[in-house]
């Protein structure tokens, strides 16, 4: 039961650790037009589609919110669960949330995450994978913290809607564990300090997996 025990508190502890260089990773200020892959407001949702595809089932190659952003999907590179792109206009998806059922989505605030802070509850969410299978969800909840202590790995963190105190535990537990679901994340600047803030978005499902191969007979939708 004790070695039970410890290995709970370890794999507690290991995902407490990730979490904290995640968010420094994120915070890390990087200049706001990194090179990269091009921009895509202006594709309608199809021809996005067969532009992020690449034959892979179950791989996360895209995310579409009509009017809102348009924009690829990288993963982590294997153990290196902290990593975010410095690519603008590319999306990172978070391994320790997929190994939980749920999708994380992770951008730099003066990269690809400047765009987070235009979704809003109700909009639908499309992630797109490399079969041409896409996945319906819509936000329902807009999440903003202050960072008590933006360095501290035992920070705590204030809720800028409530106002109410949790920990990084209980935060990372909030919006990345639970029945399934895509969560942005950011960070949110004040003052001059880079890791003042967090911001999430969290979006619910909405409807079964479709094939591409469908939704090009039945429908045509437009950015």
Not at 108 to 121: I, K, Q, Y
């Amino acid at each position: 039961m004790a070695s039970n025990n410890r290995s709970t508190h370890q794999q507690v502890f290991f995902c407490f650790t990730v979490f904290f260089m995640l968010v420094l990773a994120l915070c890390i200020p990087l200049p706001a037009q990194a090179q990269g892959y091009a921009e895509a407001p202006a594709l309608d949702f199809l021809s996005f589609v067969m532009s992020v595809q690449n034959g892979q089932a179950g791989v996360l190659r895209g995310v579409y919110v009509p009017g809102v952003l348009a924009l690829p999907v990288i993963q982590q590179p294997r153990g290196w669960p902290a990593y975010v792109s410095d690519v603008d206009n590319v999306i990172t998806q978070f391994s320790m949330a997929a190994e939980v059922g749920n999708v994380g989505l992770l951008a730099h605030n003066t990269l690809a995450g400047r765009d987070f802070v235009n979704l809003s509850p109700g909009q639908e969410v499309r992630l797109v994978y490399g079969d041409g299978s896409v996945e319906y969800f819509i936000v329902t909840e807009i999440l903003r913290y202050q960072a008590l202590q933006p360095y501290s790995p035992t920070s705590e963190f204030r809720d800028l809607d409530t106002l109410e105190t949790i920990t990084a535990e209980e935060l990372f537990r909030r919006v990345y564990r639970g029945e399934r679901h895509v969560t942005f994340q950011t960070c949110i600047e004040e003052n001059g300090n880079s890791s003042w803030g967090r911001f999430f978005v969290i979006a619910q499902p909405r409807a079964e997996v479709f094939k591409v191969q469908r939704l090009l007979r039945i429908e045509t939708v437009p950015f």
